[in-house]
């Protein structure tokens, strides 16, 4: 399959003479779900950030179909990303949140309704446009957050961290959920986390980083019965 996010060598190093990201190189196939599996520190949202256009590197490049995107301001990429922490306008209601990209790059109301209408029923939100976005349960933000991040039909998802804010018990039924939406788009996906579950379940592609680095890429089944050195090991088990 053809490659549609080439990242090659990219490096940053702080103002500390500490490097955030050493090297790092990947490459992702259309429609394709990475996991970016590391401990807290490692570099994956510094990544994603870069990916995004929202941090610049030191070296290397990312292309994007070809074209070298790290000219392109973030709003010209053309990528979607939800945060950690959903970052929702708390005095908007949800179909606000969701019609805010849509908004911003000036499509009229009656154009954004059908969108807003259609990511509803993506994320099992009908019948939640008029409510509060505070009072909503940590899921159904978790949901809105998704479907204001996919209505500007963004040509690449990227997820940092999505169910850190969720309790444990709820983390793990939100990613069955969150998994099945994930599946039925056909959107090149970056899904960030510190949690193997999530990671495995989330993308069938697995980077794990350490200190900025790539340590060992490849299948779940490859990190857990191949692991390339002790730290690997003991980091899967
Ligand atoms: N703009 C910055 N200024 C100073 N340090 C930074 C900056 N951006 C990242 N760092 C440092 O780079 C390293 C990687 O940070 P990053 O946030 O990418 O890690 P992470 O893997 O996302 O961690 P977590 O799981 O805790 O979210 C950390 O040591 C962090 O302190
Ligand atoms: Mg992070």
Known sequence: MEN??????LSKTGATGVCFLDNVSLALPRGSRLSVLGPSGSGKTTLLRMIAGLDMPDS??????????LDLPPHKRNFGMMFQDYALFPHLDVFHNIAFGLKMKGMPRQKQAPIVAKMLT???LEGF???KVDELSGGERQRVALARTLAPGPRLLMLDEPLSALDRVLRKRL???LTQILSRLHITTIFVTHDHEEAFAAGTQIILMNQGSIV???????LIHHPVNDWVKSFMA
Request: charged fraction near 20%; proline fraction near 3%.
């Open 216 to 222: 060992q890429q490849g299948s779940p089944d490859n």
């Open 175 to 177: 990613l069955n959920q």
């Open 60 to 69: 290397g490049d990312i292309r994007f179909n070809g074209t070298s995107i």
């Open 129 to 131: 446009e008029n409510r």
């Open 122 to 124: 993506l994320t099992d």
């Open 4 to 9: 549609e996010l080439i990242i090659q060598n």
